[in-house]
């Protein structure tokens, strides 16, 4: 299994976590550019929903054919794990659906991704705001 983080920097941009671009395998590369477009594409989505996270963060997975990353080594199946911080509680419905827009309409490399191998996908939107009690 193949995986890729990437955060959301200050510049609304994707980095990976853990290491640099230059060290990933063209697997994991692939990973990568998929989850840096879904957030790209989510981050449209939020601006236009005048929606700011206060962090997110971006897990792709890749499940492949081959115990070990091969030439021969084909992506079996996907999963993407979108991770939000947000202000309030109020926000968190509001991201999900900008989340979801994201990952079943807008996002190209997720498309293109379908085709390869099943994509499934799980969101985490954590709120800020203190409970009132």
């Known amino acids: 299994m193949e995986k890729v983080i990437v955060r959301m920097n200050r510049n609304m941009g994707f980095e990976p976590v853990g290491t640099k671009c230059s060290e990933l395998n063209p ?35 890749g499940t492949l054919s081959t115990p070990t990353v091969v030439a021969e080594s084909l992506f079996t199946a ?15 419905a509001r991201f999900s659906h900008a989340l979801n827009l994201t990952n079943d309409k807008y996002c190209g490399m997720l498309t293109m991704a379908r085709r390869i191998a099943p994509v499934t996908y799980n969101i985490y939107i954590h709120s800020t705001e203190p409970v009132e009690r």
């Open 27 to 61: 697997k994991a590369m692939l990973l990568y550019a998929t989850a840096s477009c879904a957030g790209l594409t989510a981050v449209g989505v939020f601006e236009k929903m005048q929606l700011h996270p206060k962090n997110f963060e971006i897990t792709m997975t």
């Open 78 to 92: 996907f999963n993407i794990e979108y991770n939000l911080e947000c202000a309030t509680t109020d926000e968190q």
